[in-house]
């Protein structure tokens, strides 16, 4: 056979041909087993209770078959669609469309409290008003050189129906500078100039519907005889 390859490759060739006949006959011989088949027939079967079984209405109870490949119908109820509200005059589109609140209520373009009243905070109340005291003062020049130096009053009265202690202050001229004080016809009191403020305190009370002269002397007031603010325990004084 080393000296002839031709029958091997003869032989080869034989036996490959048969076997091709041999696969094609069977492939004819069973030509009709790959034809679809007929679905089987629906089961029937008998209810309990009545005379005779209709087949028919029995396979229609039952549950369809199902295909390999498909899916079965959905029994899902249809989307509801939901209303949307528009507010007339708002904006037509986009982000600044308002949502309706947890009440169903839509705020109005411009009110982010949902048309809730806001809570206000109520103003404080106004200062109360100082007591008006019962002594009263009026201012008056009493004697004057040249504007550049005066002698002042302030008569005080009570008028109430017991003694009362007073304090009087006064803003004298700017650069001006006290030379005395005194009170007529009555005890000292104290004397003090701070900051440009003078002041006086009683050294014993008014009595009830008395009068009492309080008198200062500044010199160097720069053309003015006035001082620019007066009063009596907080009261303005008269005359000014």
């Given at each position: 056979m ?16 048969v ?22 027939p ?34 899902d ?63 008056s ?19 109430d129906?017991?003694?009362r202690?007073?304090t ?20 000292q ?6 900051g ?18 309080l ?12 001082p620019?603010?007066?009063t ?9």
């Amino acid at each position: 056979m080393a000296s002839s390859p031709w029958v091997v490759v003869a032989t080869g060739v034989l036996v490959m041909v048969v076997l091709l006949i041999v696969a094609l006959a069977s492939y004819r011989s069973r030509g009709p087993a790959f034809e679809a088949r007929p679905a089987d027939p629906l089961p029937t079967y008998s209810l309990p209770g009545s005379g005779a079984t209709n087949p028919a209405r029995v396979a229609a109870n039952l549950p369809e078959p199902v295909v390999p490949g498909l899916t079965p119908r959905r029994t899902d109820p249809p989307p509801v669609e939901v209303p949307v509200v528009v507010v007339p005059g708002g904006p037509s589109g986009g982000d600044d469309v308002p949502t309706p609140s947890a009440g169903g209520v839509v705020p109005p373009p411009g009110d982010p409290g949902g048309g809730q009243p806001r809570p206000t905070t109520p103003a404080p109340p106004p200062p109360a008003a100082p007591p008006s005291s019962p002594v009263t003062g009026r201012f008056s020049v009493r004697d004057s050189w040249n504007n550049e130096a005066f002698i002042g009053e302030v008569l005080l009265y009570n008028r109430d129906r017991v003694s009362r202690p007073w304090t009087v202050r006064l803003v004298p001229p700017p650069g001006s500078r006290l030379v005395t004080s005194w009170v007529e016809g009555a005890p000292q009191g104290t004397p003090r100039m701070s900051g440009g403020v003078f002041t006086y305190t009683s050294g014993v009370n008014v009595g009830p519907g008395a009068s009492v002269p309080l008198r200062f002397h500044f010199e160097n007031t720069g053309g003015s005889i006035r001082p620019s603010r007066c009063t009596v325990d907080g009261v303005p004084c008269s005359g000014l």
